[in-house]
């Protein structure tokens, strides 16, 4: 986690997001579903690994400068534990699962060399035109440095 404070006597975890937060239907900020997650799964590793209870996490998002607080309760811990048991599942299975509705997501996803979400999608769909998330031509050189003063 990005940091974990004190405030009022209680431990918080609090995750730090370069992006924009999520808006409610009336505006409102929230945080996205996986950040949501991902602090829960924090307050409930800090909680099993130092027999405390996390109330609370905060995650900051920069570029609006929005502090959203995810409380942490008994429903949460279990939406906590379905994931890890999700992950455990899929891990196990031959089939990856489906790529992504919302495609926009993929430009800056670090898993899309594996993923391979435009392929994917094309296999799925013969007249889906594939954008190209990956440069045509792989310019990447070894810089080497022959007394290693670099190194
Ligand atoms: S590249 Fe794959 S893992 Fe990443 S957002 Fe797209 S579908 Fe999801």
């Known amino acids: 986690m990005d ?3 004190t405030r009022d006597g209680q431990t918080i975890p609090y995750e730090h997001k370069r992006g924009r937060c999520h808006r409610d239907e ?3 900020p929230q945080a996205w579903e996986s950040d949501r997650l991902q602090i829960l799964a924090y307050a409930y590793l800090l909680e ?3 027999g405390i209870t996390i109330k609370e996490g905060r995650i900051r998002y920069h570029a609006d400068n929005v502090l959203v607080h995810v409380p ?10 379905e994931a890890i048991q999700q992950a455990r ?9 489906p790529v992504i509705d919302n495609e926009r997501l993929c430009a800056r996803c670090s898993l899309a060399p594996v993923c391979l979400p435009e392929e994917a999608r094309l ?5 889906w035109q ?8 792989d310019e990447r050189q070894v810089i080497s440095c022959p007394d290693n003063r670099l190194r």
């Open 3 to 5: 940091a974990l404070r």
């Open 26 to 28: 009336n505006k409102q």
């Open 89 to 97: 599942t899929l891990r196990q299975s031959t089939h990856r699962p």
């Open 123 to 127: 296999a799925h769909d013969k007249e």
């Open 72 to 81: 942490v309760d008994d429903a949460r811990r279990a939406s906590v534990r």
């Open 130 to 137: 594939p954008i190209r998330l990956f440069p045509e031509d």
């Open 48 to 50: 099993s690994a130092f």
